[in-house]
């Protein structure tokens, strides 16, 4: 078992930053990929990044590209979500999850893939 916990999320202003952590407990956290998703109200859960475990890694959707950095420490059991530039489109509760990967370099955009899952953190943008 692996758990997560998020924190960091808030209200902000568009074009302002928010900082997201994800600390794990449980098994070796540096053998799982890690991701972040992100779900606004009436749509789907929705892939937003990934990191790998074993080479850094990282894959974000089109949309955050250039705004968002994903990045981890696995001396310290966390991943982090930066997040700069932000719209009110970014507005969604924000989770994190973990993907148990073979591959040292492989994510996965596809939630069915994430083994575990934090309870989420609201990120709030105003316009």
């Known amino acids: 078992q692996v758990q997560l916990v998020e924190s960091g999320g808030g209200l902000v202003q568009a074009g302002g930053s928010l900082g997201l952590s994800c600390v794990a407990s449980g098994r070796t956290f540096s053998n799982y990929a890690m991701g972040w998703f992100r779900q606004a109200p009436g749509k789907e859960r929705e892939f937003v990044a990934a990191?790998?475990?074993?080479?850094?890694?990282?894959y974000y959707v089109d949309s955050v590209k250039g705004r968002f950095t994903i990045s981890r420490d696995n001396t310290k059991n966390t991943v982090y979500l930066q997040m700069n530039s932000l719209k009110p489109e970014d507005t969604a509760v924000y989770y994190c999850?973990?993907?148990?990967?073979?591959?040292?370099?492989?994510?996965?955009?596809?939630?069915?893939?994430?083994?575990?899952w934090g309870q989420g953190t609201q990120v709030t943008v105003s316009s």
């Open positions: 999850a973990a993907d148990r990967q073979t591959y040292y370099s492989s994510v996965s955009t596809y939630s069915s893939d994430y083994d575990y």
């Open positions: 990191i790998s475990w074993g080479d850094g890694r990282t």
